[in-house]
């Protein structure tokens, strides 16, 4: 090492953190993500409370937000990814692509990049053409 600058800093995270120009293989394990609406962002956010939501007569406005458990090849572990609508439309239009050819989208590697920092982050994914085996003991949620 030979300055601050050279630190590799390991996370424990059990999330999947996408920084720009680091890009990650992945590969989704929940057959479906799970769906929020919340206020707020990060550790701040609560759920929406739906019809008569203080927050919302408040002026706040609500954002999907979903989550998928995945396992990131770069880390060799399984994490939870949060992510918000654009990278779900990506998601949903590679999942109607695969399904076109007999494929599941839980079935192939995913890469996922971004670009930008802070608020104006932008992510994109895309399949790999080829995809590893799943490492023996990698629980596919149901």
């Known amino acids: 090492m030979t300055s601050y600058g050279d630190i590799e800093i390991r996370s424990n995270s059990k999330f999947l953190k996408i920084e720009s120009g680091v890009p990650h293989d992945i590969r989704l394990l929940s ?5 929020r609406i919340l206020h707020g962002f990060g550790k701040d ?13 408040d002026g706040a406005e609500a954002k999907q937000r979903f989550s998928a458990e995945v396992y990131d090849w770069k880390l060799g572990r ?4 949060e992510f918000g609508t654009s990278v779900a439309k990506q998601l949903k239009a ?3 692509t695969l399904a076109e ?3 599941k989208i ?23 053409m080829t995809s590893k085996k799943l490492p023996e003991g ?3 949620p149901f």
């Open 31 to 35: 057959p479906a993500p799970k769906q």
């Open 45 to 57: 956010a609560v759920d929406c409370a739906g019809e008569g939501c203080p927050n919302c007569a």
């Open 78 to 81: 399984t994490l939870n990814w």
């Open 94 to 96: 590679i999942d109607t």
């Open 101 to 103: 050819e007999g494929k």
């Open 106 to 128: 839980t079935e192939v590697d995913l890469k996922v990049e971004a670009t930008g920092s802070n608020m104006s982050k932008k992510y994109t994914v895309t399949p790999r």
């Open 138 to 140: 990698v629980e596919i």
